[in-house]
């Protein structure tokens, strides 16, 4: 099952160096999930030779412009478009309100629903279930209410072994009941232990997006066993006054979330307008946790 | 002095083909007058390496999104630059209201004022003006209240002819008040007129900016000499009819508005997004009125 993640802006702030604000896209099972939408996102996915027309899920972190400014704009192309299936739609309350603002002074009815779920930034919550996924936000600590996402695989089914049950002319229409995990009690009063007869399925995988956040620990239990880690890593760790002040991280500390929680490898982003290349902040990083890669537009992850 | 206009994007309704939603950028003595700003104007402006600091004057038509979903995130990244001198903004009243909600969910107090007009689209009134230029709000006729723009330079100072006021020792406190195309009477009763000793200043120039307007004529009046017209032309004119519904032009409706109201030049833009190619455009416009450009991104026509 296709899980993997595309860099539409991997910016702090402001567009600079041909680097767009943060926006990524989110492939599971060919299901499509955009996590934040900078100003420019609707050019990216141009740029990128990707359909904005697949994208049924949008997940907004925080209201800042980096995150969201382009929201409006690729909503109503949807909608120029021709679009009549829904958009889910995850994010800050005010987000709504933002929107239908300015749809309400362009005179604009879409043609297509916005089925909106407020976020709030106390408590964790599971925000979405569909056959491939279940997301929970992660509550993270920036100046405005923001929260992370955490994209966890559903348990898949486990693996007949077929060979063995075709041999012993198990009945066919046991087999779902065993690919759920059952052991079967037979009228015969046979037992069928599923562990006889079946294999574990693939571990499931999980993406974990730490938008803008002080790297201050509280928001780690909830990473625990992460495939993909992406944090932000606005700064080098010598600029971790401002970090602090801003309420951003930097690549040391995005390395040391990543060791501590055991994540399998760490995506890197939100790079400060300052850092004209990037090699820096990765060596940095890598030092610490060696499976570090830097987000890169353009670039697809496979988690 | 500088009188031209740079063109950020030429697109009608959603970004397409390398083409961006419409902005201009007019340089009238090295001020800068920003006419729209679709989605991405301030990654066009890095994109062209025009340093959106110099920009004091945003001017807005109406609030259909590919003409101002830029601007709450340039005036973004004029703030987050440490911006201090004020922007003077024009457009439509609930501009303003659509900005300040951004602005307060994003707990951003600008460190620069934004000194707004709010336009109305009744009348055409003169909106603003300094000593280089007069700026006139154009009636247009869309689905929404829109005005264009009308940027006409301000008279110039009239030439004096230094070899005959120097040989006739005229003294030198006249000559501001001869620039002004006053005579004089001085007390002697020798009479200086005006006439003998300045010529004419440059005849003054004008950019009249028609944004998104059914072609009806209404606006013919105020176009009068006009150095150079923009004048959208969203369709071919096979395709009239979707231009009267949606109240928009086709390139021969603006050769013909060119024509009609002897301008010396005719710019189009804000192209639907089914013109791969733009020649077709140019070429039905130029049979009308030959001396037509296409409104194509990061050139910049002189007026």
Redesign the interface.
């Known amino acids: 099952m296709k899980f993997e993640v595309t860099i539409l802006g991997s910016s702090s702030?402001?567009?600079?160096h041909n680097r767009?604000p943060t926006a990524q896209l989110l492939n599971c099972n060919e299901k499509f999930y955009l996590i934040d939408c900078a100003?420019?996102t609707?050019?990216q996915l141009?740029k990128y030779n990707i359909k904005a027309g697949k994208i049924d899920y949008i997940f907004i972190s925080h209201?800042?412009?980096?995150h969201y400014?382009?929201l409006?704009?690729l909503l109503?192309?949807m909608h120029?478009?021709g679009r009549v299936k829904p958009v889910k739609l995850f994010g800050?309350p005010?987000l709504l309100?933002?929107l239908e603002?300015?749809f309400r002074?362009?005179?604009t009815v879409l043609k297509f629903p916005i089925e909106f779920t407020a976020l709030t930034a106390d408590v964790p919550k599971v925000i979405f279930q569909n056959a491939d996924l279940t997301v929970e936000t992660i509550v993270l600590n920036h100046?405005?209410p923001c929260t992370g996402f955490k994209f966890s695989q559903q348990k898949r089914a486990r693996k007949l072994i077929i060979e063995k049950l075709e041999a012993e002319n198990i009945p066919i229409e046991y087999f779902p009941l065993l690919k759920r995990g059952l052991n079967l009690d037979l009228p015969d009063g046979t037992v069928i232990r599923n562990e006889d007869y079946t294999t574990d399925s693939e571990a499931t995988k999980c993406y974990c997006y730490c938008s803008d956040t002080l790297a201050d620990g509280s928001y780690l239990p909830q990473l625990k066993s992460c495939t993909l880690l992406y944090h932000e890593a606005t700064f080098l760790h010598e600029l971790l006054d401002r970090a602090n002040v801003t309420h951003h991280s930097t690549a040391l500390q995005a390395a040391e979330v990543a060791k501590q929680v055991g994540a399998q490898q760490l995506l890197i982003g939100h790079f400060s307008s300052r850092y004209k290349t990037l090699q820096p902040l990765w060596e940095e990083a890598s030092s610490v946790f060696k499976n570090t890669v830097l987000a890169i537009e353009g670039s697809t992850i496979t988690i």
Do not use: C, M, W
């Open positions: 702030a402001t567009p600079v767009n100003e420019g609707q050019q141009i209201l800042h412009g980096d400014f382009g409006i704009g109503s192309s120029l478009n800050p005010a309100e933002i603002l300015q002074h362009s005179e100046r405005i």
